[in-house]
């Protein structure tokens, strides 16, 4: 299961940022894991909270959005929908497909807290 490798380094990038920033915690981790990237997003959820206890992301709410595949292509020069790297053109048919979104795995945004105590939140985008 690559997901657990991709949660501890999304928890390193996490943890580095709050060193770098000066927070202390944060309370919504919100992640962009498109549907060509490869990833089981339950697979991935279920490895970030199994990687986040004493860590600056224990309890925060991870929020995986899921866009759709796009690609390029070639024989009709458009940009079509796919649900796999593997789907032909939904309009002729062909397998010479570049995919264009939907391939990509990233930290879209935080929620941070500077005092563990105080609650005082910081959107970190």
Wanted: some cysteine; aromatic content about 2%.
């Amino acid at each position: 299961m690559h997901e657990l490798s991709l949660a501890g380094g999304i928890v390193r990038v996490v943890e580095d940022a709050a060193a770098r920033e000066g927070f202390a915690r944060v309370s919504q981790l919100r992640l962009e894991a498109g549907a060509l990237a490869g990833v089981d997003t339950r697979a991935l959820r279920f490895a970030l909270e199994a990687s986040t206890p004493g860590t600056c992301l224990e309890g925060a709410e991870i929020v995986i959005e899921e866009p759709a595949g796009t690609a390029w292509c070639l024989r009709c020069a458009v940009s079509v929908p796919i649900l796999a790297r593997t789907d032909a053109c939904p309009q002729c048919g062909g397998h010479q497909l570049q995919p264009t979104g939907g391939t990509e795995l990233r930290v879209l945004d935080l929620i941070v807290h500077d005092d563990q105590t105080t609650g005082a939140a910081t959107d970190a985008r």
